[in-house]
């Protein structure tokens, strides 16, 4: 699955982490609306993503301002 952002296409969105390549890239953190719609939360890059998403210092600020948090990134993606 794809989704695209603005004039980019990255892999995903991901609802766990565990789908993920722990490699380098970009990933965008979403929050999936009651309307069914993605909205950006976070932008960032990483040599590797997916520890850098599990671990990540504003992961509790995703959480508790968004309903459903959801990864995607041009990492495998």
Not at 24 to 51: F, M, P
């Amino acid at each position: 699955m794809a989704i695209r952002i603005g004039a980019y296409s990255f892999d995903g969105p991901y609802a766990s982490t565990a789908q993920l390549v722990d490699r380098a890239g970009v990933h965008v953190i979403l929050t999936l609306s009651w309307a069914n719609q993605y909205q950006v939360v976070d932008v960032g890059e990483s040599a590797t993503v997916r520890s850098r998403i599990e671990n990540h210092d504003r992961k509790s600020c995703w959480k508790s301002n968004v309903n459903r948090v959801v990864l995607r990134g041009t990492l495998h993606a």
